[in-house]
């Protein structure tokens, strides 16, 4: 019994750090890394920014997919996420088309997903060197006419749009794919995909208080 009182003093010792404990905040360098040529890929219309640049052929990228995915759907309303495809060259620039075409012709939201499951489970689609007809016959099984789709991937308003997801990626520095950019202020630096959403969620937090995006 005589224990009790120094157990209750320990107990009002503890409680007050426990209660005042919070996440280690992000730190420059080591959870992400400042752009030196800041700005969002759209303007912010009151929203903070958050960017994935991917690859569909990108095997990591198509692992992270499902988590950002489930993450992205709980995203608060002042936030807005983009997915902005890596056209670095190539087979890059070939799945990108692919991106806005389909965005073009209305089946991205349903056909996304089904891509990176396409390149990198069941090997429908080949990794390079894909042809307009072979992205044309995969996007058919969601409605689309093949020649119209074709048409989108060589449209004037696709070659745009690869030109302004170029020059992002090269006026924010990605080193490769997936990367995550909060409001075209921050690259996030992590060593797995739950490190990348926690640094993104911490960003966003740092953004909303300072009244970035507003």
Request: aromatic fraction near 10%; proline fraction near 7%; charge should be neutral.
């Amino acid at each position: 019994m005589k224990l009790l009182p120094r157990l209750f003093l320990l107990l009002a010792a503890v409680l007050p750090l426990t209660a005042c404990a919070s996440p280690t905040a992000p730190v420059q360098g080591e959870d992400y890394e400042l752009i030196a040529a800041p700005g969002p890929f759209e303007p912010l219309a009151g929203k903070i920014e958050v960017v994935e640049v991917f690859g569909y052929t990108c095997p990591h990228c198509a692992h992270f997919e499902p988590q950002l995915e489930a993450w992205t759907a709980k995203l608060p309303a002042d936030v807005r996420f983009t997915a902005v495809p890596a056209a670095f060259g190539g087979y890059w620039d070939a799945y990108a088309r692919a991106f806005y075409a389909a965005e073009q012709v209305g089946v991205l939201k349903r056909s996304h997903a089904d891509v990176f499951k396409a390149l990198h489970e069941q090997r429908s689609l080949p990794m390079q060197s894909v042809s307009p007809q072979e992205l044309a016959t995969f996007y058919a099984s969601y409605g689309v006419e093949p020649q119209r789709y074709i048409d989108a991937l060589r449209s004037t308003q696709v070659d745009e749009k690869i030109k302004k997801a170029r020059d992002f990626a090269v006026r924010t520095q990605v080193p490769g794919t997936p990367a995550v950019i909060v409001n075209g202020k921050y690259l996030v630096r992590a060593r797995s995909f739950d490190d990348t959403l926690r640094i993104a969620d911490a960003l966003i937090a740092r953004e909303r208080a300072a009244g970035k995006g507003r």
